[in-house]
């Protein structure tokens, strides 16, 4: 089910259920030659944000559940749509370079994906700031197709900047930031 909301000043949001595997999706470039990430980035070295990763041509995104269905919005904006501290416990941010102009979300296994709305600015910079909510409780059931854990990802131009964690409260992000 896609639920789309609105036009409001810019800001444009799709949500869905979403399949995942090995606690994984990819936001993909749509570039003809993108094919998302090939196996999971290496985090920033010194900023870790832990649950996702950008290399060329896409991000890797990781959930709370191993196998199932999760919840999932992708919020397009033209600025800044503000980090919704209050309906997340986990959400960090990551510069990403677009050079297509438009995304898309994939599940694991080039299985089926999710059109996005297109970017505001075109091939260009872009701040990616992925919310969580409940990863703890995912991790513990591993798997499940009842919606235990949900996700927001929110996309706006910005010039490329340093990762961070804007809130952190899950052992599962921990998990992710630790080095390897």
Not at 81 to 87: F, I, L, N
Not at 137 to 146: F, R
């Amino acid at each position: 089910m896609i639920v789309r909301s609105p036009s409001m000043t810019g800001t444009r949001t799709v949500s869905f259920d979403l399949h995942v595997h090995y606690h994984q999706a990819y936001l993909v470039d749509d570039t003809n030659d993108a094919m998302g990430p090939d196996g999971i980035p290496v985090d920033h070295p010194v900023h870790p944000v832990g649950i996702i990763r950008v290399d060329d041509g896409g991000a890797f995104l990781i959930t709370g559940l191993h196998t199932g269905t999760v919840g999932f919005s992708v919020t397009i904006a033209d600025h800044d749509p503000g980090a919704d501290t209050d309906r997340y416990e986990d959400i960090v941010e990551i510069s990403f370079k677009s050079e297509a102009g438009q995304l898309s979300l994939h599940e694991w296994g080039g299985g089926d994906f999710h059109e996005l709305p297109e970017l505001p600015a075109g091939p260009s910079w872009y701040r990616l700031r992925y919310h969580a909510q409940n990863m703890d409780e995912a991790a513990a059931v591993d798997t499940s197709n009842e919606i235990i854990d949900r996700y927001l990802l929110q996309v706006w131009p910005q010039d490329e900047s340093t990762p961070c964690v804007v809130k952190s409260a899950s052992g599962y992000l921990a998990y992710w930031r630790r080095p390897r």
